[in-house]
Structure formats: structure tokens, C-alpha cells
């Protein structure tokens, strides 16, 4: 694994297109249009370099975005990037119902310093080869020599097992958004 930079990027958000197509709580944000999933992604890369880390794999099927909370502070580009993700992604009517989301997510936050694994993705291609297992095991072992513990959310139900097989624990389900959202944390 390596850190990503900004020459990753396209690679990045490709992978996490591919995988997150098809992803309940991406479409409840962005739709399922290609092209604001795409922005998404973008979105995330961006805040994440700034405010995390992006993590890539050495043959380019694997990576992981996290960011730190606590880390986030005002700047011209990230309200720029906020008002093009609304513009590219969200739509102005969807404006409320996307801060409502992201307020009901971040009432489940603690409130020390902790890593947030916002997106982890496999080329689809790739999955089931043991890429993802990789790249989670170092996002969680970076994170702790930082002494945090990561916090995710998912709605894929099928990935609950992987993420606790790896050691996170589901702390909370939510119906709010239409479908199960888990939160899980490490233990």
C-alpha cells in the first residue's frame, strides 16, 4: 500500500465508481446517475488529501479514503468543493435531506479524535482476491499507530461480516434512510 496523490486520483475514483454504483447509501446522496456518483467521488479524493489520507495499492485495484474529523477547518477550496458537490451531485432540493443525513450520521461519532474510513473499494473485477482484506488491514493498523479507532457506516449488508471478521463491531442500525445503515467501529 501507498499513500495516493493527486496522480491518482482518476484511478481512485474509477475504482470507487465501479464499486460503489450500485451502493444504496451513495444512490440515496447522488442518485444513480454515473456522472454524480463520479463527482462524489471526486468530492471525497479531494476532502480526503486534504483532510486524511487516500490509500492505493500497489497494482491499482484497492484503495481506501479516510478522513479526520477533527482535522477539518474552513479553507476557500472546501467551501468550492461543497458548492460543486451540491451543483454536481446533490441538487438544491436535496440540499435539506442530505444535512439531515449527515447530522444523523455525525450524532454517532465520538467526540475524541478518530479515523473515518469513508470509502474502501476493489476494482469489481479484482473483489474476492483478498485486495479489500488487504487495504482495510492497513487503514486499520495505520490507524492505530495514530491511536485512533476507525469509525464507517455501510448499507451493504453483505460486507458486515468482512468488516467484523477484521475486527469492527456494529454499534448501532438505522432504518432513517429507507434500508439498514450500520455503524460499526473497532472494538
Avoid at 8 to 25: G, H, M, P, T, W
Avoid at 95 to 108: N, T, V, W
Avoid at 146 to 168: A, C, F, I
Wanted: hydrophobic share 35%; proline share 4%.
Amino acid at each position: 500500500m501507498r499513500k495516493a496523490t493527486q496522480n491518482d486520483k482518476e484511478k481512485v475514483v474509477s475504482i470507487l465508481l465501479k464499486a460503489f454504483k450500485k451502493n444504496k447509501s451513495v444512490n440515496y446522496i447522488a442518485g444513480k446517475e454515473e456522472g454524480k456518483i463520479r463527482y462524489l467521488m471526486e468530492y471525497s479524493f479531494e476532502n480526503c488529501i486534504d483532510m486524511g489520507e487516500v490509500f492505493i495499492s500497489e497494482d491499482g485495484n484497492a484503495c481506501a479514503m479516510i478522513q479526520f474529523q477533527d482535522k477539518k477547518k474552513f479553507s476557500w477550496k472546501s467551501t468550492f468543493l461543497d458548492i460543486q458537490l451540491i451543483l454536481k451531485t446533490i441538487g438544491l432540493g436535496n440540499i435539506p435531506k442530505a444535512l439531515s443525513r449527515e447530522s444523523f450520521i455525525k450524532k454517532h461519532y465520538p467526540k475524541a479524535p478518530f479515523t473515518y474510513l469513508w470509502f474502501v473499494g476493489v476494482s469489481p473485477e479484482k473483489q474476492k482476491n483478498g485486495f479489500g482484506t488487504k487495504i482495510l488491514k492497513h487503514v486499520l493498523d495505520y490507524s492505530k499507530t495514530l491511536d485512533r479507532p476507525v469509525y464507517l457506516e455501510t448499507s451493504t449488508e453483505s460486507n458486515l461480516p468482512w468488516y467484523q471478521k477484521h475486527g469492527l463491531e456494529i454499534y448501532t442500525v438505522s432504518e432513517k434512510f429507507g434500508f439498514p445503515f450500520y455503524f460499526l467501529k473497532t472494538a
